[in-house]
């Protein structure tokens, strides 16, 4: 029993869904570029009036706003809420659909150490959200050389895309500790969404300028495309930050699932 075909089978169908729909928002909003382009002044006067937290909220620098990188930051910040959903899904989903769908006893029964079962199961997850961004990436690359005014880094371009793969693996962590410790999750998608949406709205509330130790509350603050655009860089502290949690978060759910008694009702 190959446990990570198995379970890359199993996630086929929702990463072609979250592939084509991550697809669908950057090729509806790259298509809108020319023309705000076009109108840059209007829209310029429009943006203005808006507070400056929600600006940057929503990934809005005025200052470069109508280049096809600034521009490209506005649906930036909401792919990267939906594909942190994705991310969350798959996480939560690891361990505990075996309890929910009552398949744990099986599994446990087969000749294959827990270390190797939550390792497959990890790669899997891993593996859609690896294919998702392929996908994703591929698609807004070749939009954005469709509509653009003008020259452009490609280099920039593609570090601002793999911020959404950085976000999807903090979450996917987050997701897979949440999985092995709760012992039984009715509703996997309520917990994605609520935890989402909890860190999402708190990366609003600390995005204030001059206040950056409350970044390292959200992951969704971690990577301030206006530095990555000015610096062509990361800012080393919160990658930094990311890993610790990525690598405690792991570490901790293995330890967790491989001594943890399950049952399958």
Request: aromatic share 14%; with cysteine; hydrophobic share 50%.
């Amino acid at each position: 029993m190959n446990i990570f075909l198995h379970e890359l089978r199993a996630y086929r169908k929702s990463t072609i869904i979250w592939s084509i729909s991550l697809t669908l928002i950057v090729v509806f909003y790259l298509s809108l570029y020319p023309s705000f382009a076009h109108d840059a002044e209007e829209f310029t006067k429009i943006l203005e009036g808006y507070p400056e937290a929600i600006r940057n909220a929503l990934g809005i620098n005025l200052g470069g706003f109508f280049t096809i990188l600034g521009f490209y930051c506005f649906p930036l910040s909401f792919i990267t809420l939906c594909g942190a959903i994705q991310a969350m899904n798959l996480g939560t989903s690891i361990v505990s659909k075996e309890v929910r769908e009552k398949t744990a006893d099986f599994l446990l029964t087969k000749p294959v150490t827990r270390t190797k079962i939550l390792t497959s199961k990890l790669l899997a997850a891993l593996t859609a959200i690896i294919l998702t961004n392929i996908v994703y990436l591929a698609a807004a690359s070749i939009m954005a050389f469709q509509v653009k005014t003008e020259d452009f880094s490609f280099k920039l371009f593609i570090m601002l895309s793999l911020t959404l793969f950085f976000v999807q693996l903090i979450f996917l962590a987050l997701g897979l500790i949440i999985s092995v410790i709760v012992s039984k999750l009715k509703s996997v998608l309520t917990v994605s969404l609520g935890t989402v949406f909890a860190f999402y709205f708190l990366g609003m509330l600390s995005g204030t300028p001059g206040e950056e130790a409350k970044r390292y509350i959200s992951p969704f603050k971690y990577f301030d495309t206006a530095y990555i655009m000015k610096h062509a860089s990361y800012e080393s502290s919160f990658l930094i930050a990311g890993a610790i949690i990525i690598i405690l978060a792991i570490v901790a759910s293995y330890f967790v699932y491989t001594k943890k008694d399950i049952h399958a009702v």
